[in-house]
Nanobody, 121 residues
């Protein structure tokens, strides 16, 4: 079993930055591709970013390309999402995902519980 715990969400003004973290335990972190998804109220959960097992490849949704950066530290069993130039439309619950496929493909193997990001205008 794999456990994923997100942190770092909060309230920020438009144009600001936040860094999300996802700590992973239970199995070898490096065997999984990792991703971030988000779900806004009344909308479906959508893909945000993904990173391969060895950080050699990254993949982003068009809506966040150039503003968000995904990274991972296999020594710390943690994946990060650096979010810059935040917009009100980035407001959502952000979920960390671990998957054997890259980019992570539904059904996702493991999900975190989510962390709220709210961007005020």
């Amino acid at each position: 079993q794999v456990q994923l715990v997100e942190s770092g969400g909060g309230l920020v003004q438009a144009g600001g930055s936040l860094r999300l973290s996802c700590a992973v335990s239970g199995r070898t972190f490096s065997r999984y591709a990792m991703g971030w998804f988000r779900q806004a109220p009344g909308k479906e959960r959508e893909f945000v970013a993904a990173i391969s097992r060895n950080s050699g490849s990254t993949y982003y949704a068009d809506s966040v390309k150039g503003r968000f950066t995904i990274s991972r530290d296999n020594a710390k069993n943690t994946v990060y999402l650096q979010m810059n130039s935040l917009k009100p439309e980035d407001t959502a619950v952000y979920y960390c995902a671990a998957d054997n496929a890259f980019p992570p493909t539904r059904p996702i193997d493991y999900w975190g519980q989510g962390t709220q990001v709210t961007v005020s205008s």
